[in-house]
C-alpha cells in the first residue's frame, strides 16, 4: 500500500542489486533487506564503516531486556513488563582510512557504490570506488555472511585497493557494545532502555583476537563476541589491537601501491546464554571465532552455497511472464531461510532478526504463515519452532490460569513466552494464536508423518489448547457452543462474539484434539484426558456456532459485524491511510472495516466450511470494506481471489505481497521485513494460482494462471517425497523428483505421479465473476497484462 | 462492600469524633475523613507535626502537573499526557518540642487523643495529652480550619500547657514545599513525577511572616504560599524565624509553667496561577495572608459559623432511628459542601481536594451525583461547577475532531479539560459523560429558572453535546437512531451497542437541546443551528433505540448483554472482590456481571422511559448480577428498591453508602473520598425514602420509609423557595420555609404548600413484592430492624 518508492533494485532472477548508492534516505529500508541471518545470529545491511546508518541491528536470537510497563490505569491480569529484543556487539564494523581521511560515503567523491545480495552464494558483496576529500581513489571491495553452517559465526573479507597511487592505508576492525544510534520518532517508547542495554563485564584484545563480554541488566543475559583476523597485504604490514570496555579494535596500516591490495579476512563469533555463567560464554565465544577461523573464508563460502543449493533444490519457485514477482519470490525465500534456518528452538520474531520492530516480538503469523511455508520447503525448521512453544507451555498454562481459563493461552507477542502486549482488546483476547499453534502442529505431523513428535509434543500442545476453547466457550440454550468476546485476525475489530475465524480455527483445534488423544491413548491419559473431555471437545466442536447474515447471504466476520455501519470509504484520501494512525480505534472498532483479512482468511484455512457460492459471495463483500493496512493481508485476498476466479486480481495482490519490503510500501521496512508477508507470497503462488489445498493428509490442486504469468512451478515435500508442480495456461504438471510414488488430486480427480512419471493434465477454466471492487484509493496496483490477443 | 473495620469514631449527631486515636494503620483514611477544605484550597487531615503520616496532601483547585503517557502500542487518539494533581506547599505543620523531645504520638506516652471534626462549626480539633521520654507532661489543643469566606486563607490555632511541672517549650510552625511521603503501593504509577514536582523560585522568613514561592516544571504555575504568626505567652518569648528553598521556619521558645499556657495562631494565605508570573502571586499570596490575619482567629471562627448556620438551614437532613446514617449523611453534606463551595469553576474531581486518588481528577459522577444534589441545596456551586464546563468547550470540541465526530466530547477524566485516560474502552469510549453534563444543566435550570445562564452558558453546552450524539450515531434502515461501540456507567463492561442509559439520557439531552434551540432561537442561530439540525435532533430522539429482552421481560443493559453467559458467582469468595483486582476485564466485558448500576440507573434517572413492572422486573434482575465494585452503586441500588418496593433493602444500601469512607469499606479511603458516594446518600434518602422525582419543572413524592427509620426531614430549594419535606410512616409534610406557595405532587396528588401552611398526607402502602438476591457474599449488611410489634 501507499506509493511505491522508485525501483531501488536492478530486476534480476537470483541477485538484489542496488546498482547505484547508498540512497542515504533509505539506509534503514536497505538495512532491512540486505540483513543476513541464519535465525540465530543477525545483522543488518549497515554499511562497513558504519556511518551513515539508518539504524545498526546486530540480534541474537532469545536475547532480550525487560522493560516495566506503565499503565494509567489499573487492570488485573496485564503483563508488568514487556520483553524487547536488545542490540548486540556489532561486529561488522570495518572502518577505513586513506592518507588519514575515513571513508565516508557523505565526503569525498563516491565515484561507484553497488551492493548485491546473492541468493544462492549466500552473501552480501559490496564494491565502491572513493576518492578521498585528500584526492587519492581507491578501490573497495567486501563480502559479508552469516554462516548457515556455523551458527553462532560470521564473516567479512574487506579488500582495499589504490587506482592510480599509492596510498597510506589504515584498515581498523572493531567490535562495539552499546552503539549509539539515530533513533527514529516511532521508536520513542523503547529509546529509554535501548540507550544502553549492555552492561560490561570483561573486553580483550590479544593479537589479532578481540572479545567483549557484556551483560543484560534485568535479564541477567551474559553475551559476547570475539574477532579474529587474516590479514593479506603486499608487504609487511602495521597491526595493532586494543580494548574497553565496550569496544575493541584491530588495526592494520600499509601503504599499498597502485595494483596492490590489502585484505582484511574477519571472522566472528558470538555467544550467550540466560543460564550459563561468564568463564562458560567467555569458553563459547573463544570457541565460536576458533570454528569460524578454522573454516577459513573460503570454506565458510563453500559451506554457505552448499546449503543454498540444497535449500533450492527444494524450495524454489520459478514464475515466468513476471521478471519482478520472480525476482521477489527468491527474495522472499532467502528470508525465510535466514529467519528459521538455526533458530532452534528460539521464537521467531515478525521481523525475524532483521530490525527492532515490534520489539522482536512473535506473533501468531509465524504459525499461520511462516510456518505454513517452512512445514513444506523445510519441515525441520517448523519443527523447532513448535518446540519453542512447547518449551513456554508452563508459562502458557500460567497465563491461562491468570485469565480464569484452564489449559494453555499462549501469549500474543512474546519472545520468551510470557504475554508481553500491554493492549488486552488486540493482544490477549487474540486468542486465535492458540488455534495458529494447534494448526501448525497439526500441518506439520500430516506434512511429515512424524509420529514420534505427534505423541511426544504436538499431543500435549494441541490437548491443552483445546482445553483453552472448551473453558473460554460457552453453551447456550439451543446447544450452540459460542466464543465470546474474542478478537479475531482483523485489528480494526475487537473483542467480539463468535468471531467466524476463531471459531471454525477453534473447532480444527478441538478436533484435532479429540482425534490425536484417541490415537495416543496412553500419552492423553497421562495428560489427564479422559473420555468425558475427548467428548466434551468434540461436542463443542459440533456444535460452534459460526453466525450467517441471510438477509446478506454473507458471514459476518464476527456476530453482528454486518449490522454495523459501513466506514466512510468515500471521506476518506490516501492520506488517510493507515486507518489506526489517523483514527481512533473506538470509530474502527465499530464500523464496518477490515485491515486485513479475517473472515476471507477463515475461508483459506477452513475452506472446507464454505460452499463455492459463500466464497464468492463473502469475497465480494469483504472486498469492498477491507483497506489493507496491514501487510498480512493481500497474500490471502490473492489465495481466494484466484480460488473464485479474479485471477488478475490474484496477480495484483501477489505482487503487492511480494513488493511489500523491496518497495517499502508501507514506510516501515526500515524497522525490519514483513516475514509473514514474504512467507504470503509463496502462499499466494502455491496456494492461489497453485490451487494447492492440503486436506486430511491429502495434496489437492486446482491450478489457475493470470494472463500475467505464463509459467509457475514450484517444489515442496510431502510425505517424504520431493514433489514439483508446474503450471502453464494448457495445463499443469505434477512430478515426483524424490521418493515413492504418491497420489494426489488435480482439480477433485486422483492422479498418480511417480520419478521419472509426471502427471499431466489440462486446466478448466474458471467461472467468469463480476471483478469485487474495493474501497476508494485502496485497489491494488494493476499489475500490466498482456495486451489483448 | 469488604469488612467494615471497628468503629473509629463516637455516633454523634454534629461531630466526628475519634475518641481514642491516632491509630496508626488508620492514618491515612482518618487524613481523608478530616481533611478540610473550601472546595479550592484543601488540606488532609495530617497530625500537626506531619508525622507519623498516611499519606500528607494540601491540594490547590486546578493546580496539576502533566505526566507523558506511556503506550506500549500506538493508538491515535490517544492522549500524550496526564494532569496530575500537585501535592502543594503544606502549611499546617506545626511541630513541638518539649525539653527537646520532638512530640511524636509514636514515642513517649500518649496519655490522651482525640480528635473532633465539628460541622456545625467548621473546625477540626485535637486535644492530646503527652508524656516526652524525659517525662515532662504537656496538654496540647489544636483547632485547624479552612475558611469558607476567604478561600485561600487558613488558619490553626495550637496551644501547649505544662501539666506538672515547669518545662521548656518550643513550638515550630512552617511551610514546606516538595515534601517527603511513605507511598503507598497503588500509587507506583504517579510516585516518580510526584516526588519532587515543585521547582523553587523564592523563599523569605522577616517577622512573623514566611513565604515560599514555587512553579510547576511543565505547567508553569506560579504557586506560593505565606504564614504569619500570633504568638501569646505568659512571658516574652525568643522568635527565629528562617527560610530555604523548600522549607521556611518560624519557631517561639518559652518556658512556661504548669497553669500557663504558649498559644501560636498560625494564619495561612495562598496563590496560584497558571497565568500570572511571580511577582503577581507574590502580592497575592501577601494579600491572602494579610486577609487572613485582618480577620483575626475569632472571626474566621465566627465566619466559619456563619456560613454553616446557613447550609444547614438550608441542606439538613434529619433522620430518626438510625443514629449511625444521621450522623453519616451530615458528614455527606459536610463534604459535598467542602468540595464544592469555592470551587468557583474549577474542576470537582471525584476524590475533591481530600487526596490524590485519580490523579485529582473529576469525572461525569461529579455532574450526575453532586451537582444532582448540590442543585436542590446550593445551585450557584453547580452554575460554577458547569462554568468549569463551559470554560473548557474549546478542548471538548477539538476532542470530538480528533474523534471524527461533530460537537463537543468532554473528557472521562481530567483537570484542565483535555482528555486524561489512557484507556479507551473505558475512558474515551464512556461518551455518557457528555449526557451527565447536559442532565446537570437541565436539573440546575429546571431547579432555579435561571433563564439567563440558560441562554448564555446552557444552550451551548446543550446543543454541542447533542451535536455528539447526532454524529456518533447512525439510522438504520427499520428507522431506528442507534449508539454503537460506548461504553455505559457500568464499568465491567464496555464498547457495547445501545447502552439504554446512553441512549436514553442522550434522547433527554437531544430533546433539550431542541427544545432551548427554540426557546432562544437567536442565539441558537449563532450557534449554528438551523430548524434542520433541530429536526434531526428530535428525529433521533424519537427513533432512539431501546434494547429489550422480551424473552426475558428484562431490558439488557446493552444490546446483547442479557445473551451473555452469567459470571460464576458461585465460585467467587469474598477475597475475589473486586473483581477487577483480579480477574481481567477480557473475563468481565463478555459475562453478565455488573460493577455498578447502568440499566438501574437508568430507571432512576429517566424513570419516564419504564413501567413500574419493568422497573419491579429489571431490578430483580440486576439484583442477581449486581456486584458493587464500586461506591457509585448502592445509593442508587437504594433508589431503585425503595421505589419498587424494598424498603428494607434500600435501607441496608443507604447505609452501605453512607458508611462508604467512615468505614473505608473499599479500603481506599486513604487516596480521598468518595464523594459521588457521598451525594448518594443524600439521594438514596431523598429520591429513595423521599421517593422525589424532578419532571419537566415539578416535584413530585411518593415518600415510604423502612422499618428502622421512624422520621425523616429533608431541607431542598426550589423555584426560589426554600421547602421541608418530613416523612414519618403515618404520613408526609410539606412545608414552605421561604418564598412563595408551591403546588407539588404527592403521590400524583396535586397539592399547595405555603408558609404557616404545610400539607399533610397519609402514605400508600407499597406492593409487597419477593425481595430480590444478590450474588453469594454480595447481600449488602442487615440493618438491624426493631423488633416486630
Redesign the interface.
Known amino acids: 500500500m501507499g506509493v511505491p518508492r522508485p525501483d531501488a533494485y536492478a530486476v534480476e532472477p537470483w541477485i538484489l542489486r542496488e546498482p547505484a548508492g547508498p540512497r542515504l534516505d533509505d539506509l534503514a529500508e536497505t538495512e532491512t533487506t540486505f540483513a543476513l541471518s541464519n535465525g540465530c545470529l543477525g545483522m543488518r545491511g549497515v554499511l562497513d564503516e558504519g556511518e551513515p546508518t539508518g539504524q545498526a541491528g546486530t540480534y541474537l536470537a532469545g536475547l532480550h531486556e525487560l522493560r516495566t510497563?506503565?499503565?494509567?490505569?489499573?487492570?488485573?491480569?496485564?503483563p508488568e513488563a514487556?520483553q524487547t529484543l536488545v542490540n548486540t556487539i556489532d561486529g561488522a564494523l570495518v572502518r577505513l582510512f586513506v592518507d588519514g581521511h575515513a571513508l565516508d560515503v557523505r565526503e569525498g567523491g563516491l565515484l561507484g557504490h553497488e551492493r548485491a545480495l546473492d541468493m544462492r552464494a549466500g552473501t552480501l558483496r559490496r564494491e565502491l570506488r572513493w576518492r578521498s576529500p585528500g584526492g587519492e581513489v581507491v578501490d573497495v571491495e567486501s563480502e559479508r555472511l552469516v554462516s548457515f553452517r556455523h551458527r553462532t559465526a560470521a564473516a567479512v573479507r574487506y579488500a582495499v585497493r589504490p587506482v592510480d597511487r599509492p596510498v597510506d592505508v589504515v584498515v581498523q576492525s572493531a567490535l562495539v557494545a552499546n552503539e549509539q544510534q539515530p533513533l527514529r520518532p516511532?521508536h520513542l517508547?523503547t529509546k529509554d532502555l535501548l540507550r544502553h542495554p549492555l552492561e560490561p563485564l570483561e573486553h580483550r584484545a590479544t593479537g589479532d583476537r578481540l572479545t567483549l563480554l557484556h551483560r543484560t541488566r534485568r535479564t541477567a543475559f551474559v553475551l559476547g563476541a570475539a574477532a579474529e583476523h587474516e590479514v593479506s597485504a603486499p608487504r609487511g604490514v602495521q597491526v595493532h589491537s586494543e580494548s574497553e570496555e565496550d569496544a575493541a579494535r584491530f588495526t592494520v596500516a600499509v601503504r599499498l601501491e597502485p595494483g596492490e591490495e590489502l585484505v582484511v579476512v574477519k571472522y566472528l563469533g558470538y555467544a550467550w546464554s540466560e543460564h550459563r555463567g561468564l568463564p562458560a560464554v567467555r569458553d563459547e565465544v573463544a570457541a565460536a571465532v576458533t570454528a569460524a577461523r578454522a573454516a577459513g573464508w573460503d570454506g565458510l563460502v563453500a559451506d554457505q552455497r552448499a546449503v543454498l543449493d540444497e535449500f533450492w533444490e527444494h524450495a524454489d519457485v520459478e514464475v515466468d511472464g513476471d521478471p519482478e514477482l520472480q525476482q521477489a519470490v527468491r527474495f522472499a525465500l532467502w528470508h525465510l531461510l535466514q529467519a528459521t534456518d538455526r533458530a532452534e528452538g528460539r521464537a521467531i520474531a515478525g521481523k525475524a532478526l532483521t530490525g527492532s520492530g515490534y520489539e522482536g516480538h512473535a506473533f501468531w503469523d509465524t504459525e499461520m504463515f511462516v510456518l505454513h511455508v517452512m512445514t513444506a520447503l523445510r519441515p525441520h525448521v517448523s519443527r523447532d519452532a513448535l518446540m519453542w512453544r512447547f518449551a513456554t507451555l508452563s508459562k502458557a498454562r500460567a497465563r491461562a490460569a491468570?485469565?480464569?481459563l484452564r489449559g494453555a493461552a499462549f501469549p500474543w507477542r512474546s519472545i520468551a513466552g510470557e504475554e508481553?502486549?500491554?493492549?488486552?482488546?488486540?493482544?490477549?483476547?487474540a486468542f486465535h494464536v492458540n488455534a495458529a499453534v494447534a494448526e501448525a502442529v497439526i500441518r506439520y505431523v500430516d506434512t511429515t508423518e512424524d509420529g514420534e513428535f505427534a505423541r511426544t509434543v504436538g499431543l500435549e500442545l494441541l490437548v491443552e489448547t483445546a482445553r483453552l476453547w472448551a473453558s473460554l466457550g460457552?453453551t447456550?440454550g439451543d446447544g450452540a457452543f459460542h466464543l465470546?468476546?474474542v478478537t479475531g485476525p482483523d485489528e480494526y475489530s475487537?473483542?467480539s462474539?463468535d468471531n467466524v475465524y476463531t471459531n471454525l480455527m477453534a473447532q480444527r483445534n478441538l478436533r484435532g484434539a479429540a482425534h490425536w488423544a484417541e490415537r495416543f491413548p496412553d500419552e492423553a491419559a497421562e495428560l489427564g484426558v479422559d473420555p468425558d473431555e475427548r467428548g466434551q471437545w468434540l461436542t463443542a466442536a459440533d456444535a460452534m456456532a459460526v453466525p450467517y447474515d441471510a438477509d446478506l447471504g454473507v458471514h459476518p466476520q464476527a456476530a453482528?459485524f454486518t449490522?454495523?455501519?459501513v466506514w466512510d470509504f468515500d471521506a476518506m484520501t490516501e492520506d488517510s491511510y493507515p486507518l489506526?494512525?489517523?483514527?481512533?480505534?473506538?470509530?474502527l472498532?465499530?464500523?464496518q472495516v477490515v485491515k486485513q483479512t479475517d473472515l476471507v482468511l477463515a475461508m483459506f484455512a477452513r475452506g472446507d466450511a464454505f460452499t463455492d457460492e459463500q466464497k464468492a459471495r463473502n469475497l465480494d463483500y469483504y472486498e469492498r470494506v477491507t483497506v489493507r493496512d496491514s501487510s498480512l493481508s493481500a497474500c490471502v485476498q490473492a489465495v481466494l481471489a484466484a480460488e473464485v476466479g479474479h485471477l488478475d486480481l490474484a496477480h495484483d495482490y501477489v505482487v503487492e505481497s511480494a513488493l511489500a519490503d523491496l518497495r517499502d510500501a508501507d514506510h516501515d521496512s526500515g524497522d525490519g521485513l514483513h516475514l509473514a508477508a514474504l512467507a504470503g507470497v509463496w502462499i499466494a503462488l502455491v496456494a492461489g494460482f497453485g490451487g494447492l489445498r492440503q486436506v486430511d493428509g491429502r495434496l489437492e490442486f486446482r491450478p489457475a494462471l493470470p494472463e500475467g504469468l505464463t509459467r509457475l512451478a514450484f517444489r515442496m515435500g510431502f510425505h517424504g517425497r520431493r514433489l514439483r508442480v508446474t503450471v502453464r495456461h494448457d495445463g499443469a504438471t505434477y512430478e515426483v523428483l524424490e521418493g515413492e510414488p504418491l497420489t494426489l488430486w488435480h482439480e477433485g480427480e486422483e492422479v498418480e505421479a511417480a520419478v521419472d512419471a509426471p502427471v499431466h493434465r489440462p486446466l478448466t477454466a474458471r467461472p467468469r465473476r463480476q471483478a469485487p471492487t474495493q474501497p476508494k484509493t485502496r485497489r491494488p496496483a494493476r499489475r500490466s497484462r498482456p495486451p489483448a490477443a
Chains 1, 2 share one sequence.
Open positions: 510497563m506503565v499503565y494509567t490505569e489499573e487492570r488485573a491480569g496485564e514487556t516511532r517508547n491468570q485469565l480464569d508481553c502486549s500491554g493492549y488486552w482488546p488486540a493482544g490477549t483476547a460457552h447456550t465470546f468476546g475487537a473483542v462474539d453482528g449490522d454495523q455501519p489506526h494512525a489517523n483514527f481512533p480505534y473506538f470509530q472498532y465499530r464500523k
